[in-house]
């Protein structure tokens, strides 16, 4: 057998337990580094409500004193219809599932079940999926032409709040990164300009730095030149995490999608709280949303098809500090 001809579609519940939620909840999500909001009621709306910061009163007699309501914020996410196709032909598409198989140590492959074929074809295609919106939630831009377009990204949704003035923006020139030492000016730059808010939050434990590569990886020389016995070992090693200050440094690895994404800043840090980036998935709300998979006999080729929902949206401009080279 060269090839493989059970189609497949998950709509429904199968769509959500067996495709999408996998991959956009646990540690999956968390790998996102930001905010996933998965099958929220459309249209996808952030409650952000604002308590009284001062609510502790002097005890003077009975009675309500509790003045007015707790002020309420919204942000709606809006969500784009989607669409991801794939074709492979068909020998490649079975050795591309073959291997998925072959890779587990609990399968017999004297006796292949058509579950342990649909998990591998499910794996490959969620993959790409995957991948797909993690670089789109970044990259994204509706007015292109070609590229990631099906729904606009973080960095275009930053720079449109920087252009307003509404975010704090540092630019950096190369010649700034000439000495690793640079990256360390650039961190502190976001971080003495951030909303003292922003500060405030840094006990919760959700602040990140997310950069791009070319900072991360001056970041890692200037940690390897500290002359500390640690830092012969990282340099060795590697680092699994960097951090500054307690900050998780992220490195948001989009190089190669940033060369393709005319307008967007090539090299970039942003200062935030996780949960001020949100991404929201849903395949529920609308009829037609499924993932197809089958194969087609007159092209000899494995097709796969998904259709969703995505968005996603910077909750609040004043938490966000960002730095550009010029």
């Not at 140590?105 to 995957?130: C, H, K, P, W, Y």
Request: proline letters at 3%.
């Amino acid at each position: 057998m060269s090839y493989l001809e059970n189609a497949k579609t998950y709509t429904g519940s199968d769509l959500e337990t067996i495709f999408f939620r996998p991959m956009l909840s646990g540690p999956s999500a968390q790998e996102l580094g930001v905010r996933v909001l998965y099958n929220m009621p459309v249209p996808t709306t952030i409650q952000l409500w604002d308590g009284k910061p001062d609510i502790l009163q002097k005890y003077t007699q009975a009675g309500w004193s509790g003045g007015n309501t707790a002020t309420k914020y919204q942000k709606t996410i809006r969500l784009n219809r989607v669409k991801a196709e794939l074709g492979f032909s068909a020998a490649d598409y079975f050795s591309l599932v073959y291997e998925l198989i072959a890779a587990r140590g609990d399968v017999n492959m004297d006796d292949l079940t058509g579950t342990e074929l649909e998990q591998a074809e499910t794996t490959l295609f969620r993959r790409s999926i995957a991948e797909g919106i993690r670089a789109t939630m970044w990259v994204g831009d509706t007015t292109a032409s070609t590229g990631y377009n099906t729904f606009d990204g973080f960095l275009k949704s930053i720079k449109s709040l920087a252009a307003d003035d509404l975010v704090y923006t540092h630019r950096y020139s190369a010649e700034s990164l000439a000495d690793p030492a640079g990256t360390v000016a650039i961190f502190e730059q976001l971080w003495e300009n951030a909303d003292p808010r922003l500060q405030d939050l840094k006990g919760e434990g959700n602040l990140a730095f997310f950069v791009t590569s070319d900072i991360y990886h001056l970041y890692e020389k200037y940690l390897d030149g500290r002359g500390t016995e640690s830092a012969y070992v990282d340099a060795i090693n590697g680092r699994k995490e960097l951090a500054y200050h307690g900050i998780p440094v992220v490195d948001v690895r989009l190089g190669s999608y940033l060369q393709r994404a005319a307008g967007l800043d090539k090299s970039f840090a942003v200062l935030t709280d996780r949960r001020n980036l949100v991404l929201a998935v849903n395949t529920s709300d609308f009829p037609g949303n499924e993932v197809r998979m089958w194969y087609n006999p007159d092209q000899m080729e494995n097709r796969q098809r998904a259709v969703f929902m995505a968005g996603c949206d910077v909750l609040d401009e004043l938490l966000v500090t960002y730095a550009c080279k010029s």
